[in-house]
């Protein structure tokens, strides 16, 4: 089992940074991956950010440009730096680990939820206008 902890949420205005951490509990494994995922009430949960253990990112098109995902692996962390917040950014991210997908030409990690095993508590992030 992974236990994931997040931290970093919190309040700020639009255009301001965010900086949002999440540990996982022991060693990751070399084909997993480790995204950010977010949530409004009423709305399904989206990926954000998702980063393997090679460092290969992809994000959503609604952050692309403003939110950079980033690890270290020798403390099993990730983090999602979040800068030019909009009201819209407001939710509850969530950290999750999963199984990156295998193919001929090697693995790669994807942004649905289905694909991940653990999940975090989830941290508020509120952006005012």
């Known amino acids: 089992q992974v236990q994931l902890v997040e931290s970093g949420g919190g309040s700020v205005q639009s255009g301001g940074s965010l900086r949002l951490s999440c540990a996982a509990s022991r060693y990751v494994s070399s084909t997993s991956c480790m995204a950010w995922f977010r949530q409004v009430p009423g709305k399904e949960r989206d990926g954000v950010a998702v980063?393997?253990?090679?460092?290969?990112?992809s994000y959503a098109d609604s952050v692309k440009g403003r939110f950079t995902i980033s690890q270290d692996n020798a403390k099993n962390t990730v983090s999602l730096q979040m800068n030019s917040l909009k009201p819209e950014d407001t939710a509850i991210y969530y950290c999750?680990?999963?199984?990156?997908?295998?193919?001929?030409?090697?693995?790669?990690?994807?942004?649905?939820?289905?694909?991940?095993?653990?999940w975090g508590q989830g941290t508020q992030v509120t952006v005012s206008s």
């Open positions: 999750a680990h999963g199984r990156a997908h295998y193919t001929v030409a090697g693995y790669y990690c994807t942004l649905f939820h289905s694909d991940y095993n653990y």
């Open positions: 980063i393997d253990r090679l460092a290969s990112t």
